[in-house]
């Protein structure tokens, strides 16, 4: 299950402090170990200096909660995090929103974007000014019938049953499907997490005339996280964000993960 060791790429502005809150409550829920990482450009002493400052205050903020700390040099940040998860063997990457963004949404900024398109773990974004509760409130995987949103089924109903959080399986009717289908494709996948799991998903199918106004008429719980499976053009072991997911993942209103390609 992802989150046994999560990396939080973090700076001083508000999105670093979301990213920081969020991989702790993570952390927290799991167990896992937490390090917190600060890039810094090659070059760079003043900004070296910044970084290990950077680091205190995401010390101060996180307490007495058990954490690592890291600065580390690479030309940029989402290389840089992406190098320290595949090194340290973090399974779980978090970042913020882009500053600037909507209250509650999701705005990817170049290192998200870096990350969702090479990162070998997964990555978790938060919504701009995100702040998480105490407990996850349910797993929402969103599913098309694909061999990646089949493996990701198994993986993250195992998720939904360690956390002891209930599993949301949804679909999206562009009105350029066939319903019918889509439903019973959400039936087989309900089965798989079954079979799996024995964990009984809920399943449901967003509709609209766009991804937005899809995600905008179904209910989003406290606590909830959306998972997204990498396209099928990613490479093995790998994230890729496909055009669909890319869209979700802008309009939700809860923190987005990102899986793999082979993850497990």
């Given at each position: 299950m992802i989150g046994e060791h999560v990396i939080v790429g973090y700076t001083g502005e508000p999105s670093g402090r979301e990213a920081l809150a969020?991989?702790?409550?993570i952390t927290r829920v799991t167990g896992g170990e937490l390090t917190v990482a600060t890039i810094y450009p090659p070059g760079s002493p003043g900004l070296a200096v910044e970084a290990q400052a950077n680091l205190a205050h995401a010390?101060?903020?996180?307490?007495d909660a058990p954490a690592g700390y890291l600065a580390y040099e690479s030309r940029g940040s989402g290389r840089g995090l992406a190098v320290l998860a595949s090194r340290m063997r973090a399974d779980l990457v978090v970042v913020g929103s882009a500053g600037g963004g909507q209250?509650?949404?999701?705005?990817?900024g170049t290192t998200a974007d870096h990350l969702l398109h090479l990162s070998p773990e997964a990555v978790m974004v938060a919504p701009a000014q995100y702040a998480p509760p105490e407990e996850p409130g349910r797993l929402t995987l969103a599913y098309v019938h694909r061999p990646?949103?089949?493996?990701?089924?198994?993986?993250v109903a195992q998720?939904?049953?360690r956390l002891g959080v209930p599993l949301r399986l949804i679909t999206f009717d562009l009105r350029t499907e066939d319903q019918s289908r889509l439903r019973d494709d959400l039936a087989l996948a309900v089965r798989l997490a079954w079979e799996s799991t024995g964990i009984e998903a809920e399943a449901e199918v967003a509709e609209g005339h766009d991804v937005a106004a899809a995600m905008a008429g179904v209910e989003w719980l406290p606590g909830e996280l959306l998972v997204c499976a990498a396209s099928e053009d990613a490479q093995p072991h790998r994230v890729f964000l496909g055009e669909l997911a890319m869209k979700m993942l802008r309009a939700s209103p809860c923190p987005v993960t990102v899986l793999p390609r082979g993850f497990s």
């Open positions: 969020l991989g702790a409550a010390a101060e903020e996180l307490g209250h509650g949404r999701i705005a990817i990646q949103c089949d493996a990701a089924v198994e993986r998720a939904a049953l």
